[in-house]
């Protein structure tokens, strides 16, 4: 700024500092406190709740909770705990349900004294709840008295507490029923029957003994669902088993390990399958850490060292033989590590991974132990785990040689890339796409339609290999899936780096027909075994070609979907007078059709395809691609309603 100008005045005192009051400061910043206000967030209130219930339980002192959801959206969760206190509170001065709705960091996770590990959001779940509630009321049964106290306007107190009857001394807990503000979740305040039915059975299995009940009684968006009981005595060696529902497991039972010491309880439970994925599952205090931490760390030590120990004591190591590597212990295991922590500490703010060092030893100690007696103790189990390691320590070494043919070549080889694919002339990556073409008729109208400059092309030569049911090195040497593993430049598996991604959008088009699926199947399954952070962090898309072409004289329409087809009827009027094709095929279309219909960014519909429940999706492609027949031929006859407007 030079000598002449002068900055535009502005104050900077006392009145410019702004102090939100209470509550204001959540609903000023909700993200900051539930990630965001999207359709997760919207969940994310259910989950608060639910989880105060489920540190009543841990607690010992309920052993039911009930979630419902009615036809206006509005929540109730209720437990038969021992009730929210009711006292007035030394600090506030107003009752203490109240504080616990009203003020931030009020809670029993705090002291030490009432809860031993807690979930939730380190203690401000409710009150932020209420803060983003249009209204909330709750109801408390304590020492045969029945309380009530109703919030509304986010979070603003609108009847105290105040005693409204009396019940039975066999009857106690709290109820709370809110209805989240449309203001603040302005995409949707319509909860997911299924998010909510899946994360309710998970919490089941997470807390052995507790009965869970969700009710939905909305009869459009319940899937004829109801009520759900969930009650699981076996905890997560019940959970392993239902992950494992759609693969043929080569153990008789779960192993299922329990300890504590110094305060922090383990569960693990495990399983190995006649697969060769590994699904391995991490939670600390019933959340799901995703980027696993110290709990799987200690989980890696212990198998690792107990496996490769029993091994060479069994001889079925020999002297010259290498270890066991981590990658071949868990080839085919399914696990679910579950951690209680009464002072859990999470990298990041998304609690996604857990940081406690304590904990890896903790792990590692029990999990050894109890580990080492089981395999002692079942010599033919033992066996079993034993040669399926071996045999994929073997696949392994035969993969390392095929996996050095995909890896990129250095800069001065650069030139390698797949002789198939016609590549853009943009190096971009933000802004270049490649799109995955079903055959080579379609890939040569998508050649020459393209814009060249940011699109690439694929073709594929009829169905690529299904990765459910090939080892490693089959995967490797399959020309179809090296060519795209070159072509995308990220690498794969743990050497996957995205950052290296060379398009940011990998557009998978294939026929509107049952092959068509197939192939989106097939390909869906190899990016979610082996480049899942690219799905995950929406890379992976599907385009839309058109089922008809509609033409009017010199007027031309596309209709992308029956429905679309029926309005272009109406519309137009006499089918007589109009020129219909019906695309059987992307080799019908011409590069000009085949650009303004699906490739032309200004007009095209692309669907982003993500994955928001990793434990769901698994068993999903284990289901529609792995070896049992029954559960795929289930799924079939329960879906073929939805058949129409299925996207994969």
């Not at 105040?162 to 809110?178: L, M, P, Q, Y």
């Not at 189990?381 to 070494?397: F, P, Y």
């Amino acid at each position: 700024m030079s000598e002449y100008e002068k900055p535009v005045e502005h104050s900077y005192d006392a009145d410019d500092i702004q102090v939100l009051e209470g509550l204001e400061a959540v609903r000023k910043r909700p993200g900051m406190y539930i990630a965001s206000t999207s359709e997760k967030g919207l969940h994310h209130l259910v989950w608060e709740i639910v989880d105060n219930s489920i540190d009543e339980a841990l607690a010992g002192f309920a052993n039911k909770i009930t979630i419902k959801v009615d036809n206006d959206n509005i929540i109730t969760v209720t437990d038969n705990g021992r009730g929210m206190p009711v006292e007035i509170h030394k600090k506030t001065g107003i009752s203490t349900v109240e504080t616990i709705f009203t003020v931030l960091h009020a809670g029993g996770k705090f002291g030490g004294g009432a809860y031993k590990v807690s979930g939730g959001l380190h203690g401000v779940g409710a009150s932020v709840v209420n803060a983003l509630s249009e209204w909330l009321e709750v109801y408390v049964r304590r020492d045969e008295k029945v309380y009530y106290c109703r919030f509304e306007n986010g979070g603003k107190i609108v009847q105290p507490l105040k005693e409204i009857g009396t019940c039975g001394a066999e009857e106690h807990g709290s109820e709370v029923r809110f209805k989240a503000d449309p203001t603040i979740f302005t995409e949707t305040t319509v909860y997911n029957h299924n998010t909510l039915r899946d994360r309710i059975r998970q919490l089941a299995f997470l807390n052995k003994g507790i009965r869970i009940v969700y009710i939905d009684e909305r009869e459009d968006l319940n899937n004829g669902e109801k009520e759900h009981d969930f009650l699981y005595e076996g905890g997560i060696k019940e959970y392993v088993e239902y992950l494992n529902k759609n693969k043929t497991p080569i153990q008789q039972d779960v192993i299922y390990v329990e300890g504590e010491k110094n305060g922090i309880q383990v569960e693990v439970g495990m399983q190995y399958n006649d697969g060769y994925q590994p699904n391995i599952y991490t939670f600390c205090n019933n959340i799901n850490t995703v980027e696993g931490g110290t709990h799987e760390e200690g989980f890696r030590l212990a198998i690792n060292r107990i496996i490769n120990r029993y091994g060479r004591n069994g001889n079925f190591l020999k002297k010259d033989d290498d270890n066991l590597t981590t990658d071949d212990i868990k080839e085919g295991l399914t696990a679910v590590i579950s951690v209680k922590h009464p002072d859990p500490q999470y990298e990041g703010q998304t609690k996604t991974k857990l940081g406690n060092s304590e904990v890896k030893a903790i792990v590692s100690d029990i999990l050894g132990d109890q580990l080492e007696r089981y395999l002692m103790e079942n010599p033919n189990e033992a066996k079993v785990i034993m040669d399926k390691c071996i045999v994929a320590s073997k696949a392994r070494i035969a993969a390392k040689k095929a996996r050095e043919s995909t890896r990129r070549k250095s800069v001065l080889e650069i030139t390698s890339l797949p002789g198939k694919l016609a590549d853009c002339s943009s190096k971009d990556a933000s802004i270049c796409e490649i799109y995955i073409v079903e055959g080579d008729s379609a890939g040569g109208s998508a050649k020459m339609g393209r814009n060249s400059k940011f699109q690439a092309i694929m073709p594929l030569r009829g169905k690529i290999l299904n990765v459910e049911k090939a080892r490693l090195h089959r995967i490797f040497e399959n020309n179809e899936i090296r060519s795209m593993i070159t072509a995308f430049g990220c690498g794969i598996g743990e050497e996957l780096d995205t950052s290296k991604l060379r398009y940011h959008k990998i557009v998978i088009m294939t026929d509107a027909d049952v092959d068509g699926s197939h192939i989106r199947i097939l390909l869906l399954t190899f990016f979610f075994r082996f480049l899942r952070p690219v799905l995950e962090q929406g890379y992976v898309y599907f385009a839309m070609p058109p089922l008809y072409k509609v033409q009017k004289g010199n007027a031309i329409k596309y209709a992308y979907t029956e429905q679309e087809m029926t309005d272009i009827l109406k519309e137009w009027g006499d089918a007589k007078n109009l020129g219909i094709q019906r695309y059987k095929g992307l080799g019908e279309m011409d590069p000009e059709q085949l650009w303004e219909t699906t490739m032309d960014p200004e007009v095209r519909t692309l669907i982003q395809c993500t994955v928001e429940d990793a434990m769901e999706a698994d068993q999903v492609f284990s289901m529609l691609m792995g070896e049992e027949v029954e559960p795929r031929r289930n799924y079939i006859m329960e879906n073929a309603q939805f058949a129409e407007n299925l996207d994969i």
